[in-house]
């Protein structure tokens, strides 16, 4: 909102901003950027409604044994008529905890997924309740508002082991 001079230094992979007594330096994105048009199902068979809170706070509860491991292990998601399941196994121990959700329509589902992205956008979420949406184990998870369109967020999934 405030006025003033800002200048723009751009270079080969970094661009830089000076204004005030202040200098930003940020590297420039290289090659493509994901077209994440083609991930995005405009019929998705699995549809829930949740606590943006509940869902959170669960997956915050997994955190602790998948923080400062190597080699991330995916959080597994089982997702039933009234509840989801979390799973998650590393070299430090296992968590099982489950919160409720309300499965609007579609078949039971697992699918895996990274815990950091599911706690960003839960954590990114400012409404109560959202609508989380599947299609299958290897496509991406959609969530969106109860109303409007004030956020859309996709998460693609890991495929699990068998």
């Known amino acids: 909102g405030e006025t003033g001079e800002i200048e723009i230094y751009p270079a080969d992979r970094f661009v830089s901003f000076e204004f005030d007594n202040c200098r930003l330096t940020s590297r ?26 509940q869902l959170k706070d669960t997956f ?3 955190s602790p044994i998948i923080s ?7 959080v ?9 399941v979390i799973d998650c196994e590393t070299l430090v121990g296992k968590v099982h905890d489950e919160t409720a959700i309300e499965k609007l329509y579609g078949e039971n589902l697992e699918i895996g997924f990274t815990n950091q992205f599911l706690l960003d956008v839960f954590g990114s979420c400012d409404t109560e309740e959202v609508f989380v949406e ?9 969530v969106t508002p109860l109303e409007g369109d004030k956020f859309f967020y996709i ?6 082991k068998k």
């Open 28 to 53: 420039r994105l290289e090659g493509e950027y994901i077209n994440y048009q083609k991930f995005i199902q405009t019929q998705n068979p699995v549809k829930c409604k949740g606590s943006v809170r």
């Open 60 to 62: 915050e509860r997994v």
């Open 68 to 74: 400062g491991q190597k080699v991330k292990s995916p």
């Open 76 to 84: 597994k998601i089982n997702i039933s008529d009234d509840n989801i």
């Open 134 to 142: 599947f299609s299958t184990p290897l496509s991406p998870m959609v």
């Open 155 to 160: 998460i693609l999934p890991i495929r699990l």
